[in-house]
């Protein structure tokens, strides 16, 4: 059974920077792409970031220059690398995992998710 469990949230002010981490236990197939996500309080979940099992990357617009996916293979274990941050990236951020072969930021691509990490950044 896959499990995705999310750290490295917490309260930040603007400018700042965060490293999320998402460790991954159980059988992930190798196709499987590995993404962030995030919703925002009153607001639909929304893709921020995913790599493929090549380690190609995409990100939203609104992260793009300021957030950083990548995955060390040997710990199983995703990143998200975030700096600069804004008030607007105040959301609770999911790690997931799916999305056989196709490299997207659709959530209903992806499988499995996790519980999720608080990121709240103040002006």
């Known amino acids: 059974q896959v499990q995705l469990v999310e750290s490295g949230g917490g309260s930040v002010q603007a400018g700042g920077s965060l490293r999320l981490s998402c460790a991954a236990s159980g059988y992930i197939d190798s196709t499987y792409c590995m993404g962030w996500f995030r919703q925002a309080s009153g607001k639909e979940r929304e893709g921020v970031a995913a790599i493929d099992s090549d380690g190609s990357t995409t990100y939203a617009n609104s992260v793009k220059g300021r957030f950083t996916i990548s995955k060390d293979y040997d710990k199983n274990t995703l990143y998200l690398q975030m700096n600069s941050l804004k008030p607007e990236d105040t959301a609770m951020y999911y790690c997931?995992?799916?999305?056989?072969?196709?490299?997207?930021?659709?959530?209903?691509?992806?499988?499995?998710w996790g519980q999720g990490t608080q990121v709240s950044v103040s002006s």
């Open positions: 997931a995992a799916g999305s056989k072969w196709i490299l997207t930021l659709r959530e209903s691509e992806y499988t499995y």
